[in-house]
């Protein structure tokens, strides 16, 4: 979240907040969503590349 904080908002719109009251939560984002009990962690994963090739896009 530190290179791309743009993607507190994807986590967001997915119902999972990422921000825990030590900053941004510290360990993997794999880890996070187990923590969050995402049922498909590859599919919000494809999701959140998905978000930034098109924000990238969009800053061309």
Not at 29 to 41: A, F, R, W
């Amino acid at each position: 979240m530190e290179q791309h904080p743009e993607v507190i908002s994807y986590f967001i719109e997915q119902g999972i907040n990422p921000i825990f009251c030590v900053g941004a939560f510290p360990g993997c984002l794999g880890k996070l969503l187990e923590i969050k009990g995402v049922p498909n962690p590859d599919a919000f994963i494809r999701g959140l590349n998905d978000y930034l090739l098109e924000r990238t896009k969009k800053s061309e």
